[in-house]
């Protein structure tokens, strides 16, 4: 069973920084695209950032130059969401996804909790 844990969310005041971290475990060969995705209430599911398995990094327009994605290299269990001048618009719910490869060979698409943001202006 493939588990994965958000956490750094928190409040923060216009033009902060925050960074969410996120662990994936549990029967894992290998971990392929990640990614983290925000939700307001009311809104559909958004992506922010992505780094594919082959390296490609996508990120929102709304974020580019703010928000980094990144990866433990060492432990390619852990990933990162590095937010910079934060903004009240940024504020949601934040979730972290895997696709993942088990020692099968099958892939499957994991969420993590979510992890509340919230700016302040």
């Known amino acids: 069973q493939v588990q994965l844990v958000g956490s750094g969310g928190g409040l923060v005041q216009a033009g902060g920084s925050l960074r969410l971290s996120c662990t994936v475990t549990?029967?894992?060969?290998?971990?392929?695209?990640i990614a983290w995705h925000r939700q307001v209430p009311g809104k559909q599911r958004e992506l922010v950032a992505a780094?594919?398995?082959?390296?490609?990094?996508?990120l929102q327009p709304s974020v580019k130059g703010r928000f980094t994605i990144s990866k433990d290299k060492a432990r390619n269990t852990l990933m990162y969401l590095q937010m910079n001048d934060l903004r009240p618009e940024d504020t949601a719910v934040y979730y972290c996804?895997?696709?993942?490869?088990?020692?099968?060979?099958?892939?499957?698409?994991?969420w993590g909790q979510g992890t509340q943001v919230t700016v302040s202006s």
């Open positions: 780094i594919s398995s082959g390296g490609d990094t996508n």
């Open positions: 549990g029967s894992i060969f290998s971990v392929l695209d």
């Open positions: 996804y895997a696709k993942v490869a088990d020692y099968a060979l099958h892939t499957g698409d994991y």
